[in-house]
């Protein structure tokens, strides 16, 4: 059964920090972009990071460049997300999604419609 799980979410105090995690079974990551999402209430789901097959490439929506990073290990069949300086409004479900790498990782990030695989999301959030 393929299947990709997030895990690391939680409550966090505005400034603080978390790392998410999302791990395949069923499949190997090596050959897909991964990408991070999140939807807060009322809001559409919106692309925060994406990285590529290998990890040479990766995009950040402008919300969060400077405070997030995207990284992979193939070995472990897992991806990251290092969440630091959080804010309120980085509250929302953070899903974490594989697809082929067809285009480039802006393109994949910009339009989650076109990933192959979903987990179904780790609520994050930050609020004193």
């Known amino acids: 059964q393929l299947q990709l799980v997030e895990s690391g979410g939680g409550l966090v105090q505005p400034g603080g920090s978390l790392r998410l995690s999302c791990a395949a079974s069923?499949?190997?990551?090596?050959?897909?972009?991964i990408g991070w999402f999140r939807q807060a209430p009322g809001k559409e789901r919106e692309g925060v990071s994406c990285i590529s097959s290998r990890g040479g490439s990766t995009n950040y929506a402008d919300s969060v460049k400077g405070r997030f990073t995207i990284s992979r290990d193939n070995a472990k069949n897992t991806v990251y997300l290092q969440m630091n300086s959080l804010k309120p409004e980085d509250t929302a479900i953070y899903y974490c999604?594989?697809?082929?790498?067809?285009?480039?990782?802006?393109?994949?990030?910009?339009?989650?419609?076109?990933?192959?695989?979903w987990g179904k999301g780790s609520l994050v959030t930050v609020s004193s």
């Open positions: 069923g499949f190997t990551l090596d050959y897909y972009t």
């Open positions: 999604a594989a697809g082929r790498s067809i285009t480039t990782v802006q393109a994949m990030c910009a339009n989650p419609g076109g990933m192959d695989y």
